[in-house]
């Protein structure tokens, strides 16, 4: 802090933890103990390195001081180990252990931002890009001057045509607005979920009154004053006597209709006073500026894009992968014909679908809906595959497995997601089925006469929200050529153009018109129908079917 007094609410230290994160502490006591012990006034006491009483932070006189209690491992100020107690300046580095902390003052972390003050411009120049570039001011200036503007323009026209990534162009935009205006220090911010956020600067503690920022954002306007101390309004405040501020210029980043951010400049101890030519030069400079940033701007959201499509691709290739995709899956088997398809909605979907053998004659299989799209929908949704397959291997029934899935999936759950899920086993040999349902539709099973019946049996909850849940089982049995299909929600409830749903009775006529098929074009056929009837409309949700036909032993 120095020598100079501070008041206790100016200092403060900030402790980087080991997790990363920052712990703020207001010095506003005389002393500050710090260590494991829980008797510390800063206790630790998981963190490695660190002595039951480890360092104090102490008021001596008009200094802070910091001051190792004997620890084991030392105290290092700005990585120097500290033997007796030292005084602590803006910014010093204290290490304990683990502990990485930072001494500052309200000055020190004020001189390091741009503040906003609430005063009043009082007169000004004031200039708009339409009258900057009709009137052409900078001819009133001499022909010197003329040339300097002109090359300033030049060299901003070509630095500004190359491609660079943002935070590189902000510096540079600064730096030619600095170096054009010839100014001491200046800020440029942009515009950023309705406030400005400061996106490169040159020297520190600029002040910036509130009324210009919002007549430079507000009303388009370039505003230049030309000796702050001179004027009424502002001479007398802190900011700009502290300061020395003689002379200041602010312009909007702006589009063609749009203020995106602004570029402020200052001249303290009237190093130069800013011109109109300025004012004009830099009016100019912050359109171009402005446009070379919207371009750029989109030129990395393009690239964004085109990253997150190639991650979409992979994380749809990973769910293909983890899911089925052998048809038919056991060419051997005679007993049976299978065959699942899948549309995700957005390249990679939350709806599950699998099958496998328990054992010669028991086959198990599963449709589910993850609550949900996308990514996050998809990995939830391999959780739960993964859990239903290392649980059916045990031959549980499926009550007993959906009852064990949904407390695994309640105890790791922090998301709020869940899965609707028909889980089910079939004996190959007789077409006697098992089978547990988690709150979704129960499947069609139809001749291929096209005589359809739907499964009864009491659904049970979602799984992965209720803990400690009993599913109850149902039973039902595939008679010789009967087919059964289970789908997602996603297959109802696709849309036409005008609104309307798919819903229940298309699904019928549909099943119905391809009853005779075998499994898998009559799960195209199906999907087909879907297609036709949305008409190009966006799909919603993702839609998935698993078709089972039984046809007995040989």
Request: glycine share 8%.
């Amino acid at each position: 802090m120095g020598s100079a007094a501070a008041r206790l609410d100016d200092c403060e230290l900030a402790i980087g933890l080991p997790n990363g994160k920052t712990q703020l502490v207001k010095l506003d006591r005389d002393r500050f103990t710090l260590g494991r012990d829980a008797a510390n006034d800063l206790a630790f006491p998981d963190v490695a390195g660190l002595s039951r009483k480890h360092l104090a932070i102490r008021r001596d006189g008009a200094n802070w001081v910091a001051e190792d209690l004997g620890s084991t491992y030392g105290t290092f100020l700005n990585k120097t180990r500290i033997a007796e107690p030292k005084i602590l300046r803006p910014n010093d580095q204290i290490k304990a252990g683990e502990l990485h902390c930072t001494f500052s003052t309200a000055a020190a972390r004020a001189a390091r931002t741009v503040v906003f003050v609430e005063n009043p411009s009082g007169p000004a120049i004031t200039a708009s890009l339409d009258a900057v570039l009709k009137d052409a001011v900078l001819n009133e200036e001499s022909e010197t001057s003329q040339s300097g503007h002109i090359q300033a323009l030049i060299r901003a026209g070509r630095e500004l045509a190359g491609h660079m990534p943002l935070d590189t162009l902000f510096e540079l935009i600064l730096t030619l607005s600095v170096d054009a205006a010839k100014a001491t220090r200046g800020a440029l911010m942009t515009l950023e979920d309705g406030e400005l956020r400061i996106r490169a600067h040159k020297g520190d503690g600029l002040r910036i009154s509130s009324r210009v920022r919002d007549l430079v954002m507000g009303e388009k306007r370039s505003m230049l004053v030309h000796d702050a101390l001179m004027d009424e309004s502002l001479g007398a405040r802190m900011s700009i006597v502290q300061d020395q501020i003689r002379s200041m210029l602010a312009v909007p980043l702006q589009t063609e209709d749009r203020v995106i951010g602004l570029i402020y400049l200052d001249s303290p101890f009237l190093i130069r006073e800013f011109t109109k030519a300025d004012l004009s030069l830099l009016t100019v400079m912050g359109n171009i500026a402005a446009v070379r940033i919207e371009h750029a701007r989109m030129a990395e959201m393009e690239q964004a894009e085109k990253l997150r499509a190639q991650e979409m691709q992979h994380a749809a290739m990973i769910q293909r992968a983890i899911l089925p995709s052998n048809f038919p899956p056991f060419p051997e088997r005679t007993e049976f014909q299978l065959h699942a398809a899948m549309t995700p909605a957005k390249g990679i979907g939350g709806d599950l679908f699998d099958f496998f053998l328990l054992d010669d004659n028991h086959l198990a299989f599963a449709v589910g809906d993850v609550s949900g799209k996308g990514v996050p929908a998809a990995l939830f949704m391999a959780v739960a595959r993964t859990l239903l397959r290392s649980t059916a291997q045990h031959k549980a029934s499926p009550a007993k497995c959906m009852a064990y899935l949904n407390a695994a999936l309640v105890e790791q759950n922090v998301s709020g997601m869940f899965v609707t899920l028909f889980y089910g086993v079939m004996d190959t040999r007789t077409g006697e089925m098992e089978f547990a349902n988690a709150g979704h539709m129960l499947p069609y099973v139809f001749s291929a006469t096209g005589e359809m019946r739907e499964l009864t049996h009491k659904s049970g909850p979602m799984v992965g929200l209720f803990p400690k849940f009993a599913f109850t089982q149902g039973s039902a049995r595939l008679q010789r050529g009967e087919t059964m299909v289970i789908y997602t929600d996603g297959l109802t409830e696709a849309r036409d153009p005008q609104g309307d749903f798919f819903e229940e009775d298309r699904l019928k006529a549909s099943l119905q018109t391809h009853a005779t098929k075998a499994v898998e074009p009559l799960l195209a056929g199906l999907l087909g129908d879907v297609e036709t009837f949305a008409a190009g409309a966006p799909q919603a949700d993702d839609i998935t079917a698993l078709a089972l036909r039984y046809l007995g032993p040989a």
